[in-house]
């Protein structure tokens, strides 16, 4: 199904420069940069297209929202999603 697996952990640090949240959870890394949202695809009776094109979405929504975002897979199956908020 989803990306995520379980419980999430997230770590925010703010100095007087930055905000930055790091997201660790069990599962796979969202996928950023990905192409434009196939909106028909998505609404097609395909579960699995639809839990991709959510995941799109979500990729689009941080990348545009965060000054810096960078996902990637960590230790023991953990994936860590971050995101930088210059001040």
């Known amino acids: 199904s989803g990306a995520l697996d379980g419980r ?4 925010a640090r703010f100095d007087e420069v930055d905000l930055v949240c790091v997201l660790r959870y069990r599962g796979a890394p969202l996928q950023l940069g990905a192409a434009e ?3 028909a695809a998505m609404l097609d ?3 699995d297209e639809f839990e991709r094109g959510m995941r799109q979405v979500s990729a689009l ?3 545009r929202l965060a000054d810096k975002t960078r996902a990637a897979a960590g230790k023991d199956g953990m994936a860590e999603l971050t995101l930088q908020f210059e001040h």
Do not use: K, P, S, W
């Open 61 to 63: 929504m941080v990348t």
């Open 37 to 39: 949202v196939n909106v």
């Open 45 to 47: 009776d395909d579960d």
């Open 8 to 11: 999430a952990e997230l770590i």
